[in-house]
């Protein structure tokens, strides 16, 4: 019996040892070395979102100003479709001539992730207004409406309003009339196009008894008092003809608008009745 026990525990001993042998080898083989996760590696929870917007600016049709609309981003490539690009964040660009160009915005953020997106901007001709002077010609009933009374569009707070005259006039049955005492202002309003080249066209009597003048101006942007007037003008004229009473005089003002997209019409005179009629505006 000692002797079975003895070979029991000699057996026990060598499974033990044998155990002990597969799990040294196996732990041996394993390997224990744990990949850690690398910049960008994980699941990006909100990745960049590429999108912009662009519209033409007002001073200059040829150049685009791009707004930038993407999210989750922090840094960008706008490709403009003809062989330029730029890294800013909105940036505006001006093309060298008309046509449709396919713009490129990638959007990237801090791990690397990226999205781009594409679209189409359309270079086209300037499109000028034509300013439209209401009654122009100091006629009754000539606003859109049907209504006036020659000189409803011409009234201001700078002075008293204008007369009416029915003789002598250029066209029509009405001009308008600037007594001697200067004290009578005529100002409009009127939509133009910026940095465009126009030409303010009227005609003007005076009479040949007295000395002075009748001065017109084309004023950029609006005005609250006549002090303004110097600083406003794009262009005038001072007319000193006092050659006829009855014959008006041509007088042509070649302007450009330059950043203004609103111009004024400003007439004031002194020293001797003037007529002014007929006004109208023109693309140069």
């Not at 690398?38 to 007002?58: H, M, N, R, Y």
């Not at 964040?89 to 953020?109: F, Q, R």
């Not at 086209?124 to 009374?149: C, H, R, S, Y």
């Not at 101006?217 to 005038?236: C, K, M, P, Q, Y």
Request: charged share 20%; hydrophobic share 35%; aromatic share 6%.
């Amino acid at each position: 019996m000692i002797k079975i026990k003895n070979n029991i525990k000699q057996l026990k001993s060598q499974v033990i040892m044998a155990s002990l042998l597969v799990m040294a080898v196996v732990m041996t083989s394993c390997d224990f070395e744990f990949d850690l996760p690398e910049e960008g590696s994980i699941a990006d929870l909100t990745p960049p979102t590429a999108s912009f917007e662009s519209k033409v600016s007002p001073e200059n049709n040829l150049k685009i100003n791009f707004t930038n609309l993407s999210g989750s981003s922090t840094d960008y490539v706008w490709e403009f479709g003809d062989g330029n690009s730029s890294t800013d964040k909105e940036p505006s660009h001006t093309y060298d001539a008309i046509g449709t160009y396919t713009v490129m915005l990638t959007a990237t953020d801090k791990i690397g992730a990226s999205s781009s997106v594409t679209g189409e901007v359309i270079v086209e001709e300037k499109q000028v207004i034509k300013p439209e002077i209401l009654e122009a010609g100091f006629e009754d009933n000539t606003l859109p409406d049907g209504t006036g009374d020659g000189r409803d569009s011409w009234r201001n707070d700078f002075g008293g309003v204008i007369q009416i005259t029915s003789s002598p006039v250029n066209g029509g049955t009405q001009a308008a009339k600037f007594p001697s005492a200067g004290d009578r202002v005529g100002h409009q309003e009127v939509l133009a196009t910026p940095d465009t080249d126009y030409i303010l066209t009227y005609y003007y009597t005076m009479k040949t008894s007295g000395t002075g003048n009748l001065t017109v101006r084309v004023l950029g942007g609006s005005i609250s008092d006549l002090d303004e007037a110097d600083g406003a003008t794009l262009a005038s004229h001072v007319g000193t003809n006092q050659d006829s009473s009855s014959t008006y005089v041509k007088v042509e003002i070649p302007f450009n608008t330059g950043s203004n997209s609103v111009v004024g019409i400003l007439i004031t005179n002194e020293g001797v009745e003037s007529r002014v009629d007929d006004m109208e505006i023109t693309i140069k």
